[in-house]
């Protein structure tokens, strides 16, 4: 089967696409809470506690008590009807219609409940009730009972509240219908009452909750904060930082480790500066002992060596006018040349190795002097732009540091940038000096030659550093490089 028949291989992929939506909340909620501070997540927490607590047991209390109240309140509405119905039997037997209607005013007034009280006679005639003017002829037909019946209760909505009204057959119904409405208007009441109470206390609650979140997040945050401000010292490098620990719990170890870490790292920090320290001494000492030697080289071949040359090129010049065989005159001219040609290297190499205008002139002229021979030998134009040099003379180090430094970036432009152009600018300025070694060649990856641990560079970075000065390069692949050196006087 070759690989064009294979069918394709498809594979979906929804993440990133649409994120699941609980993760998503979850993400979006840590996102939230994460971003308000301690203090807020605990009063939140408290007071979130405290509210729910409150307002469910205030609904469940509210609920139950009403259920309560209701039933007891249809239940009493049964009583006082019975009541009533077994008290008005004589009255209605006898007809006697004062001492029924005095009853059941008599019945309103004792229960505060009872919003009404009356008795019907078989044929459905009201025969004495306590609505004073007029009786709402509607009422008749909202509840009644079969004469066989104990009692009948219905719940009759109105505009004010609910009315619990009972309807009892006088004896057998015979006698005819007593019927009594209680109304819930105090059971709401009370309920409202109750509820308004336990909101109340909830509120109240919560207040001495937050009180209590309040003086709690102090108690926790003040160590943390404590501890915070003293890690941004230490991230300033104030290694001196202690802090108190509060109390014997987590925050009290944290404190304590954290102690312990700023003491360790203060003693560590002393340790590597000391090492730092004498590192720089014995760099310090290498460098003077190189140049010493070198000057001692340059001057030996300079005065000795280069001397020696001399007199013996004089003497075979002599020698050469002198002499009687005139074939040994070629030969001797070749010995000439070459004795000149040797002078000539030994010059280089005690130039290179320390010039002595360097010692004799100063900087400015050693550095014109090294410039102008570069360019003779080196496809590459430089120039050369010293400013503020002219009436006084830099400090020797300072001087040896920026001539070997300008030494080695033109030598390593020579060498490794393929540039046409470069210049070399020294300037002394505000009690510093600056120095600029650019070049329009094809640039390095910094980081890829600092691992190769090349010395060229790290060398001159540490001759900035002992002198208390910086240097950086900037540069990138095709762009050039320039080397930016700083050192104070
Ligand atoms: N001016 C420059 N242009 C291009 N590459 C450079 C330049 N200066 C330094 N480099 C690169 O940085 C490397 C490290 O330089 P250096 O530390 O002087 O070591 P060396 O000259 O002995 O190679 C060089 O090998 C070269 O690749
Ligand atoms: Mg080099």
């Known amino acids: ?43 939140g927490i408290v007071l979130g506690l405290v509210l729910l607590l409150g307002i469910v047991t205030t609904l469940e209390v509210r609920a139950m008590s009403q259920r309560a109240l209701t039933q007891r309140l249809a239940e009493q509405s049964v009583s006082v009807a019975r009541d009533v119905a077994a008290r008005a039997t004589d009255l209605i037997l006898i007809n006697d219609l004062y001492a029924l209607h005095q009853l059941l005013e008599e019945t309103r ?33 909202a509840n009644a009972a079969p004469v066989d019946a104990h009692h ?61 979140a309040v003086l709690l ?61 004498l590192r720089a001494q014995l760099l310090e000492k290498v460098i003077a002992a190189q140049e010493e030697e070198r000057r001692r080289i340059a001057r030996e071949l300079h005065d000795e060596t280069g001397q020696a040359l001399t007199s013996l090129m ?4 002599m020698m050469n006018q002198q002499c009687p065989l005139p074939e040994l005159k070629p030969q001797m001219e070749d010995l000439r040349d070459g004795l000149a040609e040797t002078l000539d290297n030994i010059h280089k190499l005690s130039m290179e190795l320390r ?14 002097r090294y410039v102008q021979d570069y360019n003779r030998r080196y496809p590459v134009q430089v120039d050369l732009l010293v400013v503020g040099l002219e009436e ?21 432009i020579a060498r490794h940038a393929h540039a046409a152009n470069g210049s070399v600018l020294v300037e002394r300025r505000h009690g510093r000096v600056r120095v600029i070694v650019e070049d329009d060649g094809i640039g390095f990856d910094p980081q890829q030659v600092a691992r190769n641990g090349r010395l ?25 490089t320039s080397v930016f050196v700083e050192v104070p006087l």
Request: glycine share 8%; aromatic share 6%.
């Open 1 to 43: 089967m070759s690989l064009l028949t294979k069918p394709p291989v498809t594979r979906k992929r929804f993440s990133g696409i649409s994120t699941p939506f609980f993760p998503w909340l979850a993400a979006r909620l840590w996102h939230f809470i994460g971003a308000v501070s301690v203090r807020t997540k605990i009063l």
């Open 109 to 141: 007034r004792n229960n505060p409940d009872v919003r009404y009280v009356f008795v019907i006679d078989p044929d459905g005639a009201v025969l004495a009730h306590t609505f004073g003017s007029g009786f709402p002829a509607e009422l008749l037909a």
């Open 152 to 212: 009948h209760t219905v719940a009759l909505v109105t505009d004010e509240s609910t009315v619990w009204d009972t309807a009892v057959p006088i004896f057998n119904g015979q006698a005819g219908l007593a019927r009594v409405g209680l109304s819930a208007a105090s059971v709401q009441a009370t309920v409202r009452t109750l509820t308004g109470q336990m909101l109340l206390t909830t509120v109240m609650v919560s207040a001495v909750g937050i009180a209590a």
């Open 217 to 277: 997040t102090w108690i926790v945050t003040r160590p943390i904060l404590e501890l915070k401000t003293a890690a941004e010292a230490v991230g300033q490098g104030d290694l001196q930082q202690q802090v108190r620990p509060w109390a014997d719990d987590e925050i009290g170890d944290l404190a304590i480790a954290f102690n312990t870490m700023t003491t360790d790292l203060a003693r560590a920090e002393q340790e590597r500066a000391e090492r730092e320290h």
């Open 314 to 317: 004089v003497r075979l010049q």
């Open 355 to 368: 010039p002595s205008v360097l010692d004799d002139l100063g900087l400015q002229a050693a550095l014109q």
């Open 392 to 412: 006084e003379r830099l400090p020797p180090p300072v001087e040896t540091a920026v001539y070997r430094i300008v030494q080695e970036s033109l030598t390593n």
């Open 456 to 480: 060229g560079v790290y060398g001159m970075k540490e001759r900035a550093e002992l002198l208390g000065g910086t240097l950086t390069i900037e540069t990138e692949p095709g762009q050039g």
